[in-house]
Structure formats: C-alpha cells, structure tokens
C-alpha cells in the first residue's frame, strides 16, 4: 500500500528523506529585522543565522496554515502521515489537526493522523522514520500509528545551547540570567518534558562539559539501550561527531543519524546547537 510522510520544516530531513518523494516538508516562516525567511529548501541557514545577530530585535516564526497542509494532503498518495513538532511550542500541529478534519469531509475513504512528536528537530526525524520503517514493511494503518503513538511516548530530547542570544531577544530568559549566562559563558543542557515543553537539565561552563552532562544523562537512561541516536547540529559537524564519539564510550545506542538543522531548528538551536533525541 502506498503512503506520504509529510512534516513541518522542523523536522531536520536527512538527504536521502531530501529526495524520497515519500516524504514532503510543510514549512514554517522565519522573520527577522523586517525581512521573512520561508524555511524551505533553498534557505540558507548560515544567511539566516547572521541576520539574526545581527538583528537588535527579537525576531518570530509563524506555522504553516491549515490550508498548506490541506494542500499537502491533496496531493499526497495512499495513507498519510503527518508529524509536527510539539504542539506546546508551535500551532503548526493545529494547523495540521484542522487540516486532516476538511480533508476527511471532502476524501473520507482516506487514512490520515497527525503526530504531535512532543518534540522538535531530531525528535521528528526519528518519528518519520520510524513511520517510514513501519508502513514500509506492510503493516495496517492503524498498527503503524498505534506503534509510533508509542514511540512517541518514548522518545527522549536533549540539547546544547552555545550561543543564548535569540533566547535573551526573545524574553526566554529573564534580564538577570541573560546577563549571569552571558558574562559567566554558560552553557545550557536543555531537554523536553513528556508533554513538549522545554525544561532545564543543568548547565556548563564549556561546551566540552556540556556534551559529557549530556551523555551522562543519556546513559543514566536505561530505555536508550539497542535505540538508534539522532543528532541534529547548527553549523557544527564536527560538535555532532564528539557528542556520537562520547556516546559511543558511555552508552548502548545501535546506532547514529546526524543531519544539519534547517531552519526553524536553527532560530532555535542558533550557531552551535546540538539536539540529540533517541
């Protein structure tokens, strides 16, 4: 049976999912210092990243409207699956959400749902293709998302933030810890709550202990083991490989994907960021 992935730009599409016609990205809009950058394929999020420091502002997103995903599900083929990031950081799953309802008024003999990833960045690349695993094998609609609804729920998502300045812009940390992270060259082991919320882990004073913090955490996990580990990185391969490199000394992953952040995961991750989900 025949099926389409489609997911919004924050899911870090890998380039072997870049040129999959299974797959297909929805995206969000960028807007900085007056200017407003479509998080498609021919951003160039370097460009991005720049005007955003330099940029005194604070700078927005916007999602993608129910109509781009309804669109995005005319065109689709088979069983369709949709996958956003977490539905407390965005009101791109609503938009999708709304979607999938007109769309079951005008096709209702078709099979759609939409995942709330609770996640972000590499937590979605490993949804979708857990989803193009599953439905790739043969399995019934209904036992492909009844499977990944569960992987969902088991799903983990750390990340390193180097450089906090969107952060600060944008009012995610209050004057007195913009001004302590800054002078201090603090480094912030985030991660996400079962629900999709950002939470707080610990913190570092190099980006070296930072990625051990992390790993740390991820070892002291004992749902990672036999897990394939994704990692998503801004601007910084070589970052990515240490953190895989320490992974590999501490922990028990089968394996590793790592892909560069587009976008909507570079407004947030910024230059340096590294997002782990496994």
């Given at each position: 049976?025949?099926?389409?992935?489609?997911?919004?730009?924050?899911?870090?599409?890998?380039?072997?999912?870049?040129?999959?016609?299974?797959?297909?990205?929805?995206?969000?809009?960028?807007?900085?210092?007056?200017?407003?950058?479509?998080?498609?394929q021919?951003?160039?999020?370097?460009?991005?990243?720049?005007a955003?420091?330099?940029?005194?502002?604070a700078?927005?997103?916007?999602?993608?409207?129910?109509?781009?995903?309804?669109?995005?599900?005319?065109?689709?083929?088979?069983?369709?699956?949709?996958?956003?990031?977490?539905?407390?950081?965005?009101?791109?799953?609503?938009?999708?959400?709304?979607a999938?309802?007109?769309?079951?008024e005008?096709?209702?003999?078709?099979?759609v749902?939409?995942?709330?990833?609770?996640?972000?960045?590499?937590?979605?690349?490993?949804?979708?293709?857990?989803?193009?695993?599953?439905?790739?094998?043969?399995?019934?609609?209904?036992?492909?998302?009844?499977?990944?609804?569960?992987?969902?729920?088991?799903?983990?998502?750390?990340?390193?933030l180097?450089?906090?300045?969107?952060?600060?812009?944008?009012?995610?940390?209050?004057?007195?810890?913009?001004?302590?992270?800054?002078a201090?060259?603090?480094?912030?082991?985030?991660?996400?709550?079962?629900?999709?919320?950002?939470?707080?882990?610990?913190?570092?004073?190099s980006?070296?202990?930072?990625?051990?913090?992390?790993?740390?955490?991820?070892?002291?996990?004992?749902?990672?083991k036999?897990?394939?580990?994704?990692?998503?990185?801004?601007?910084?391969?070589?970052?990515?490989?240490?953190?895989?490199d320490?992974?590999?000394?501490?922990?028990?992953?089968s394996?590793?994907?790592?892909?560069?952040?587009?976008?909507?995961?570079?407004?947030?991750?910024?230059?340096?960021?590294?997002?782990?989900?496994?």
């Open positions: 049976m025949s099926f389409s992935i489609i997911a919004d730009s924050c899911c870090d599409f890998t380039p072997e999912m870049r040129t999959d016609p299974v797959f297909r990205s929805i995206p969000l809009t960028i807007h900085v210092g007056g200017a407003d950058y479509v998080d498609n021919n951003l160039d999020t370097s460009l991005l990243i720049c955003m420091s330099q940029s005194p502002d700078s927005s997103t916007s999602c993608p409207s129910p109509g781009d995903y309804l669109e995005a599900f005319r065109n689709a083929e088979g069983d369709i699956y949709v996958v956003t990031l977490s539905a407390l950081l965005s009101g791109s799953h609503n938009s999708a959400w709304q999938m309802r007109l769309f079951a005008e096709q209702p003999e078709r099979n749902h939409v995942f709330n990833s609770c996640s972000a960045s590499a937590g979605e690349v490993l949804l979708a293709q857990k989803v193009h695993e599953l439905a790739s094998s043969g399995l019934p609609f209904s036992q492909v998302v009844a499977q990944v609804e569960r992987v969902v729920a088991e799903t983990n998502t750390l990340f390193v180097e450089n906090l300045d969107n952060l600060r812009k944008n009012g995610r940390l209050t004057k007195v810890q913009a001004m302590l992270t800054g201090l060259r603090i480094k912030l082991i985030m991660g996400s709550t079962p629900e999709g919320e950002i939470c707080k882990h610990g913190q570092a004073l980006i070296k202990q930072a990625l051990t913090k992390l790993v740390e955490i991820m070892a002291a996990d004992k749902n990672h036999g897990k394939t580990l994704y990692i998503s990185q801004c601007l910084c391969p070589d970052r990515a490989q240490q953190l895989w320490l992974s590999k000394k501490h922990c028990h992953f394996g590793v994907v790592i892909t560069a952040t587009r976008g909507l995961s570079s407004y947030y991750a910024n230059s340096g960021g590294v997002i782990a989900a496994y």
